[in-house]
């Protein structure tokens, strides 16, 4: 499977070294609109550099185009290589309004291509054994749950890209940091029927928020709180899931979701000591060990003819919980989903 890459940046290497290292994917292109960024990793993957992703789109040897570039162009760059008939992997957020993302999901079923979203935390191996025990019913009905996101990104972080926390091109910490751990909330806990929120710009110099905190209402009567920060002093904390139901209690934390903190079921002592010495460590970034299994899985997606893990479907809806907490704070009212823009 022949891939090619749009967005030289911060996480392509991520996606360079997941796709190298799989012995059935091949990295081919690499695209930068800013030219020694894509001649660095034409250099560093024997790939052929690009500068203007429309040339790349034209080459008919790429199978799969991953789209890493500022958030504002996933949708217009996904569309595009839909178009040249190439599955997409497109990193989150899939785009920046409903309205993009659904004319990006309509061009991909038009063309008959995949579509995939990376939410890679999705294969966190703890996240994985949480799925499991809730698709096994071991939780009994949920009762409520929490996605919290504790980190730090300083003023350098927010200077090093003029995309960086504008509402254009980026979001703030929900929608750029804590945009992940929504969507698994929202994966564990299903359809959300309202909406509650604030946010605030306190510590950065941003146009966006760097602290946001919401209720949700699911539609399964269970209740869910976000908090999500970019200021914790002085470096990232913690980014905690936590499920809790009838006759379940899990919470997953660590640096990225990675963590088993609690696991409670009837009876589950043995399984939870054995849970708890194969815990994996922390991951050297809170990227992350995610990015080389959704690859895998779009790769199988494609052979199979299946849908991928995370598809565009599934994309859009922790991106219709963030837009419904801009909503929010602009209007300072609840709002029912669905969102109409
Ligand atoms: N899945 C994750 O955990 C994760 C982590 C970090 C970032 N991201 C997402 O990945 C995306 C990129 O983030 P980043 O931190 O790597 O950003 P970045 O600014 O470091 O990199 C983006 C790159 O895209 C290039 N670019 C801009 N316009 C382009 C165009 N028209 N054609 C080709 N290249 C173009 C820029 O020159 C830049 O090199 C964002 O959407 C971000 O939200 C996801």
Redesign the pocket.
């Known amino acids: 499977m022949r891939f090619a890459i ?7 290497p991520k996606h360079a070294e997941s796709i190298v290292a799989l012995p059935e994917a091949e990295l081919v292109a690499v ?4 030219p020694e ?1 894509a001649q660095k990793f034409a250099d560093k993957y024997a790939a052929i550099p690009y500068t203007d ?1 429309h040339a790349l789109l034209e080459r008919d040897d790429i199978d799969v185009v991953t789209i ?4 504002d ?2 949708a217009e ?1 996904g569309i595009a290589a839909a178009q040249a008939g190439k599955h997409v992997m497109v ?3 899939m785009a920046m309004t409903l309205q993009s993302a659904d004319a990006l999901i309509a061009a991909c079923a038009q063309a008959g291509v995949k579509l995939a979203v ?1 939410h ?1 935390n999705r294969f966190n191996a703890s996240i994985k054994l949480l799925r499991q025990a809730l698709e096994a019913g071991r939780f009994g009905s949920l009762t409520h749950g929490q996605a919290t996101v504790r980190w730090n990104r300083d003023d350098n972080y927010y200077a ?2 003029p ?1 960086r926390g504008t509402k254009l091109q980026d979001g703030g910490v929900l929608m ?1 940091q804590s945009i ?1 751990n929504i969507d698994l909330l929202q994966w564990m806990f299903g359809p959300v029927e309202s909406v509650f929120g604030f946010t605030r710009t306190a510590m950065r110099k941003i146009e966006m928020e760097d602290i946001g905190v919401a209720v949700l209402k699911f539609k399964s009567g269970a209740l869910g709180v976000i908090e999500a920060a970019s200021t914790i002093y002085p470096k990232n904390i913690e980014e905690t899931l936590n499920v809790f139901g009838e006759t379940g209690s899990v919470v997953v934390g660590g640096i990225a979701v990675n963590r088993i903190e609690t696991w409670e079921f009837p009876d589950c002592a043995a399984e939870r000591s054995e849970i708890m010495a194969q815990q994996e460590n922390d991951p050297p970034t809170v ?1 992350g060990f995610g990015h080389r299994e959704i690859i895998a899985d779009m790769i199988e997606a494609i052979r199979q003819d299946r849908e991928p893990a995370v598809p565009g479907s599934e994309g859009r809806k922790a991106l219709e919980i963030i837009l419904a907490i801009y909503r929010c704070q602009a209007t300072k009212a609840a709002v029912n989903l669905p969102l109409v823009e």
């Not at 749009?6 to 392509?12: T, Y």
């Open positions: 749009i967005g030289c940046g911060r996480i392509a695209c930068d609109i800013v960024n992703y890493a570039t500022s958030s162009l996933h760059i990193e989150k957020p990376i890679q090093q890209a995309w750029n992940h990227y």
